[in-house]
């Protein structure tokens, strides 16, 4: 039952952190491209590389803090289903560049996002 509570407080601020960054980058951008996501889908891809790395094998090596971190607020902070409605939407409406872009944007700066991640946390 504990792990139940530390995955869903996680997953509360997650779900909060996303809603809240990815609709401030939304706002600042212009264009129909879902920046808002795109810049979720990254930061969470390098928080989740750099969190493992540094906090859940150097300095918190408890499973409950992998229940919190990793699969509560990360799991809900990144937004991958979103990212598949929004891509299908852009498809739907006949923009295949921009929905191709955003395939091709996000898992290439997500997986860029994780390996710097995980290189500044071998680092310190």
Do not use: C, K
Not at 22 to 46: E, K
Request: charged share 10%.
């Amino acid at each position: 039952m504990d792990h139940l509570f530390l995955v869903g407080a996680g997953g509360f601020l997650g779900a909060v952190a996303r809603y809240l960054v990815s609709g401030w980058i939304s706002q600042l951008s212009p264009g129909r491209f879902p920046w808002g996501t795109f810049a979720v889908n990254v930061t969470g891809s390098f928080m989740l590389a750099f969190l493992v790395t540094v906090v859940l094998e150097r300095l918190l090596s408890g499973n409950n803090w992998r229940m919190f971190l990793g699969i509560g607020f990360l799991g809900a902070y990144t937004t991958f289903s979103t990212f598949a409605w929004e891509t299908d939407s852009l498809v739907r409406q006949g923009s295949w560049l921009l929905a191709a872009a955003n395939v091709g944007g996000n898992v290439a700066a997500a997986l860029v996002a994780a390996r710097i991640g995980l290189i500044l946390a071998r680092i310190l």
